[in-house]
């Protein structure tokens, strides 16, 4: 299924001439520097295609022959290759022996001397020229110490001084290369192919996926095979799962398309590389990744996306999304490293129309009271992610917990349990922390305990987006309850060393029957210091909490993580309306002397 859809997604960029996937046996390569010759293969200089883009060094990205797999033997790519293969010198800080060297370069030029024997293409005459020229006469060149002294190596191609293309482009040459893919041999072995059907050459070993982060540079695989362990009826290596040579060069290239490096179509999910396609041309192919991973504070193609996002939101609360066509299908993929291969995390086909709705649902969920000063209510997923980890740094994010709440986001069901327990644990350690991460935590507990009452049945009323002075829950009402002391803690003395948070937060929200009794006489103490405006005003808004509680034994010996949550929520949402800005206050009058 995976690789049939990424099959279709080639062909169809294929059709719709897209310059974002490469023809039928060439991949997009970064080509830092390019050999100039004349017509007759004499050197005319090198030329540099590196530019500066965010800070960092880029080169210039050309369709070129597929590239060959290496282990430690001798294969030369078509065209283009590193400097051991193209100039016969070390490529970088590798050392290399001179034979070895040597071997390289013949290996080269012996490609491209058998296309000239196929093709006449008089581009390749001039390189095969080329490669009798001495090194004495490249050094003079000013781009030469540039070019040797890369540390990291550098990829060369040829192209005629007289030419706007390198001569990879060259329609003689395109037309051979692709052919040879899409041709079946009769020496090699042939069989059904398991993405199109076909009874054709079968490819031994696929194509390298490139992109996924912690997975090898040089590229690992989905389809591999490579012990005796893994033979089945005979059939070795990639024999397995028998594939088309063209079906298998069209899903690799059509996956390092959507992972390549400026891909919009891929996502960055704890330890998971996630990509994601339509089957037909839609906008939620450009625009889901936005939806995740923004700057709230980025450039203006961020806050774009913010403003379309919130666009969304706003049609759905007016019924009036999109109407999109409920036959397209949307495909998410996520893929994660495991030494020379790479696992699926997960794989979920939906259609656009549903995933749109449950992005919009998604994002309500969300949806909560902020302080003024937070720019947007609107926080990708990586920063509600960083605020469940240690020190708030993407490293420590529990990578299970990443993938699984962007399922659960994708598919519209419960928020998974670790996603309560890593909230409830950074509450417990800080204390104190970011306005924005409080936030970002308070969101994900609403969230998190609507869709357990939706989903699960969890027996409690749907939290909203700002405080429910209805609200009768007993957790939610002791969460407000604790803001509330703590409000009058600060207005009575000002910053204490420790404040009420500091001391009795985790104990207050886990074992209330405890604490509250020692909160109510300290609420006391600071309520006497105030005038009797206030005085009045704080008894109030205590007893109309306290009011829902039974008279004896009111408060909860002990309670559960969702209640916690509940707690969390209560509190957060009580505090942003005490501490909020007079203008903003809609259900609390508070004194002008507090």
């Not at 957790?475 to 003395?493: D, P, S």
Request: glycine letters at 4%.
């Amino acid at each position: 299924m995976i690789l049939q859809e990424l099959y279709k997604l080639y062909e169809r960029k294929l059709k719709e001439k897209s310059d974002e996937v490469s023809p039928p046996g060439f991949e997009k390569k970064e080509i830092p520097y390019l050999v100039v010759i004349d017509e007759k293969g004499n050197f005319v200089r090198f030329e540099s295609t590196v530019f500066e883009a965010d800070r960092t060094k880029r080169a210039r990205s050309f369709f070129v022959p597929a590239g060959v797999k290496r282990s430690s033997g001798i294969s030369a790519n078509l065209l283009w290759d590193n400097l051991g293969y193209v100039l016969g010198i070390p490529d970088g800080e590798k050392e290399t022996d001179k034979s070895r060297l040597t071997e390289q370069k013949k290996a080269f030029y012996k490609r491209i001397k058998e296309l000239y024997k196929e093709t006449q293409e008089k581009a390749l005459e001039a390189v095969l020229s080329f490669s009798e020229v001495p090194i004495s006469v490249l050094k003079k060149d000013p781009l030469w110490r540039e070019i040797t002294e890369s540390k990291t190596g550098a990829n060369l191609t040829f192209k005629i001084h007289s030419d706007a293309d390198i001569i990879c482009a060259k329609d003689t040459i395109q037309k051979h290369v692709t052919a040879a893919v899409q041709k079946s041999k009769g020496d090699k072995e042939s069989g059904r192919c398991l993405i199109t059907g076909e009874y054709t050459e079968i490819e031994r070993l696929h194509p390298a996926i490139k992109g996924v982060q912690g997975a090898q540079p040089t590229g690992a695989n989905i389809v591999s095979y490579n012990l005796s362990a893994f033979t089945s009826f005979g059939k070795e290596q990639s024999f397995n799962a028998p594939t088309g040579k063209y079906a298998a060069f069209a899903y690799t290239t059509a996956l390092n398309t959507l992972l390549a490096r400026d891909s919009q179509q891929k996502l960055q999910i704890g330890d998971a590389t996630v990509v994601f396609w339509s089957e037909k041309d839609s906008p939620l192919e450009k625009k889901f990744g936005a939806f995740f991973a923004f700057d709230e504070k980025g450039s203006e193609a961020e806050r774009q996306s913010i403003a379309s996002l919130k666009a969304l939101l706003e049609a759905a609360k007016k019924g009036s999304t999109a109407k999109l066509d409920k036959d397209i299908n949307f495909y998410v993929l996520a893929l994660a490293p495991n030494a020379s291969r790479l696992a699926i995390r997960f794989w979920y086909q939906e259609s656009v129309a549903q995933i749109e709705k449950n992005l919009v649902q998604y994002f309500t969920d969300l949806r909560m009271m902020r302080p003024h000063f937070l720019e947007t209510d609107v926080l990708p997923l990586q920063t509600l992610l960083e605020s469940t980890a240690v020190l708030h740094k993407k490293e420590n994010i529990h990578p299970l917990m990443a993938t699984e709440l962007f399922k659960a986001i994708l598919t519209n069901r419960a928020f998974p349990r670790i996603v309560l327990l890593a909230v409830i644990g950074r509450i417990r350690a800080e204390p104190e922390t970011e306005p924005k991460y409080e936030y970002c935590r308070a969101a994900l507990l609403k969230a998190y305990i609507n869709r357990l009452i939706r989903f699960q049945g969890y027996e409690a009323k749907e939290l909203e987006e700002k405080m429910d002075e209805k609200n009768t829950n007993a957790a939610y009402r002791l969460g407000r309850l604790f803001a509330v002391f703590e409000y009058l803690q600060a207005k009575a003395i000002g910053n204490p060393n420790a404040s009420i948070r500091d001391r009795y937060y985790a104990s207050a929200s886990s074992r209330p029957a405890i604490v509250f009794p020692v909160l109510v006489r300290l609420a006391n103490y600071h309520i006497a210091r105030f005038d009797e405006r206030v005085r009045v005003w704080a008894d109030k808004l205590i007893q109309d909490i306290l009011s829902s509680f039974p008279a004896e034994n009111a408060f909860p010996k002990i309670m559960t993580l969702e209640e916690q949550g509940l707690f969390a929520v209560g509190y957060y949402q009580q505090k942003q309306a005490l501490f909020s800005r007079k203008e903003d206050r809609e259900t609390e009058n508070i004194p002008e002397s507090v």
